[in-house]
């Protein structure tokens, strides 16, 4: 899958831009508030129907305009689809998928798998378990159908099952939810399971590349501890002390992946710099498992490519972006070392104060 063609209007700054890309890189470069960043929050926008930076669609749409309007052709093994999605600041929203009229913005996920990497991406590594539970269930959504279906059954339970916490008086109350809860909780602890520890030795190879120094372990957590006892006995002995902080504190939704070096957090050990090389190790395995395992493309959106790095880390990683063989959208100030590390096979973008043009 890759983004072949692009239009937008009234994003952010951008009031107005045709783009075809190249189907593997594309640098995007110009000087600082010139709009890079809003090119590539328009292209996570049109793959999760949602911005990177914001919350509100009214931050979004350009100043002066009502809506803005997206409008993609998305190449997959199949051939060519058309879509289009338009966002106003009051709420409304349009968006059509191979010319039939769509409701949910969640349809929008299957057909671009888009990996972010931000400088902010190291919180990937040294935020809460939340931000690893979405890396890994990304690499689990594209990988198991039976996955998203049976995750959103569970959230919807765990949420019945928190609201009934509040008011009964005796555990024997929650067990209507706990039966279900506890089967879809081992399945899909398995799926999670099971991706991990294929995924696992596609990171290690970048890794030894990126971080030759280090030896990093690596385990999943799946949010019980499982060698001590079943989830079903941790909801019942959890049953006091849940009820008081007034959620349930054992099951998948306290998922966790955990990396460490001798020991220790790779968030205690290792530089900005080295975080962040880790997340695109992570990142890159991820790319390189969808294309595979699952024959599919995906599509890395790289905001500030160079900030950390060092020129050696740059080139090591240039040279795993090319192998991966994922769309790849590069956000640069400069294009002084581009060439040298990408081989001429990009296409280069220029922005200026939201104006874009391919070189
Ligand atoms: N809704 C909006 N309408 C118009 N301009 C905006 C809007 N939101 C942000 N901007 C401006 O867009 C410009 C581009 O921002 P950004 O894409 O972050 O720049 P870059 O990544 O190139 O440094 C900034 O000058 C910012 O002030
Ligand atoms: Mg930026």
Same mark, same amino acid.
């Given at each position: 899958m890759s983004l072949s063609r692009l239009i937008?209007?009234?994003?952010?700054n951008i009031s107005s831009a045709t783009l075809d890309f190249n189907p593997k890189i594309n640098v995007v470069v110009g000087p600082n508030g010139s709009g890079k960043t809003a090119l590539l929050e328009a292209i996570y926008f049109l793959g999760l129907g949602r911005s990177f930076r914001t919350h509100l669609t009214s931050r979004v749409v350009e100043h002066q305009s009502k809506s803005f309007t997206l409008f993609s052709e998305i190449q997959n093994n199949n051939g060519s689809i058309p879509i289009g999605l338009q966002k106003s600041k009051s709420g409304e929203t349009l968006l059509k998928i191979n010319g039939g009229y769509c409701k949910k913005l969640a349809n929008l996920t299957q057909y671009l798998p888009l990996q972010l990497i931000t400088p902010e991406g190291y919180t990937l590594l040294s935020g809460s378990p939340k931000n690893r539970r979405a890396f890994l269930d990304w690499g689990v959504f594209y990988h198991d159908p039976i996955f998203y279906p049976n995750w959103s059954r569970i959230k919807r339970l765990l949420k019945q099952r928190n609201a009934a916490l509040k008011q009964c008086k005796t555990y024997n109350e929650l067990q209507i939810w706990d039966n279900e809860l506890c089967l879809l909780s081992e399945e899909i602890s398995q799926q999670r399971q099971a991706y991990?520890? *294929?995924?696992?030795?596609?990171v290690k190879q970048t890794l030894a590349d990126f971080l030759p120094d280090f030896s990093i372990t690596s385990q999943f957590f799946c949010g019980w501890d499982k060698n001590n006892k079943s989830l079903q006995n941790y909801l019942v002995d959890n049953f006091d002390r849940d009820k008081q902080i007034g959620y349930t504190s054992a099951g998948p939704q306290k998922a966790d992946l955990r990396f460490k070096i001798n020991g220790i957090p790779v968030s205690d050990v290792l530089s900005r710099g080295q975080?962040? *090389?880790?997340?695109y190790a992570l990142r890159l395995a991820q790319g390189l498992f969808l294309n595979s395992f699952d024959n599919k493309q995906c599509v890395f959106l790289i905001d500030d490519f160079s900030s950390e790095l060092d020129q050696n880390k740059q080139q090591i990683l240039a040279k795993h972006i090319i192998d991966s063989n994922a769309q790849i959208f590069i956000s640069v100030i400069a294009t002084e070392n581009i060439d040298k590390l990408f081989g001429?096979?990009?296409t280069v973008f220029h922005v200026e104060h939201g104006k874009i043009k391919a070189e």
């Open positions: 937008i209007h009234q994003f952010r991990f520890e *294929l995924l696992m030795p596609l975080l962040k *090389l880790f997340v001429q096979e990009q």
